[in-house]
């Protein structure tokens, strides 16, 4: 169902005048891009007309077209109403059972998006996208096994390089996951290497039960998906994360050093979750925020220090810019300079909360969806540039602005 099966014959139609009128209007406004318009234009004609199969397919086709336009304007209740409305109209169809996982996926209804796609595979066993999503909801889910099953199967038909790197990435998880048990809390579906002695495990389910009430109040965000966590040995997590600073990293997943802690790291324990948590929530409300904003309010919602963090900036000499600290902060081999990125951008936060309150935090990362990057979306917030504010906080640090 690509584009409507209206043609010129209209004039033609048995239908009547008016019908075949508000449906040359519906044409017009679905070539023109107007699907809310479209759909309201074809569903006058359908309900005069309720026998015609050629406009029944096209209040269906347009109905499709504005669920996926609701989809790209995260406005995710809406496009499922309406990809319900075109199931009812149309019946059932690959692309809509697609579309209805996907809306479920990027809503973070991961369970809803099964039955879904099942009926998909159904009726399609090799649908590309519907088995790279299966495998994406599997492996979001800690299922690492049915995710590598879902995407061997299509590996080589898609030619996809980003499916290819995941399905990489996955089975080099299912090796090490080899000796792993899991269980569930709540929120949190938990696999830990047998090598972690307990009750660390314990404590990290608990923790993070107490980060899904704490910061998910702070940022207003509740997943109702289950959240995968694991738990490596210190020696795994520092080959996997690559630098030897991190305890702890969000890639879809919450990934963990804990084994051999001493005690204070693990009283550290709870805002270490806390910060990956932030990630998850940071990352439900945008998908597109950049390294420097992920760990600056991930500090910021951790409770770490401001004050300690603004004297290691002052004594140090000269401090990154925020715009080239990268995609990752993994990407910073050494620690003194990770410590440094961590500190500017945890600053750079406080002071934004400080003079506009954490709410706008909140406005920024869900504009961050709309805008061109972080910078327009931020102009659009807080009516000022980042330049300028950081230049501000440099001075503030005796810095060169
Ligand atoms: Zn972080």
Known sequence: MRGLLLLSCLSALAWGQTASEWAARGRSAYEAE????AVFLFRKAHRLAPDHKLLRTNLATSLLALARQQLDAFDFRAARLTALEAVEVGGENAPLLYLLALISVKASEDERARPWLNKLLELEPLHLRGLELLGYIEYRGNR???????????????????LLRLLR????????EQGFHGWETTHFNIRSDDAVADPLPKLVGDALEDAYTSVGYRLGVYPERTISVLIYTSETFEELANVDWARGMYDGKIRLAVGGLDEEQRNDLAALLRHEYAHVLIHELSARVPAWVHEGLATWLDGSSVVAAQERLRAAGELPRLAALGRSFTNIKSARQARLAYDLSLCFVERLSDSWGEVRLVDWLRAMNQADDAEAAFEEIFATSVADEEGKLRKELGKEP
């Open 34 to 37: 107007d699907y809310g318009e």
């Open 144 to 162: 690492t096994a049915a995710a590598v099953d879902a995407w061997r199967r299509i590996a080589e038909e898609s030619r996809s390089e980003k």
């Open 169 to 176: 990435k996955a089975e080099k998880d299912l090796a090490i």
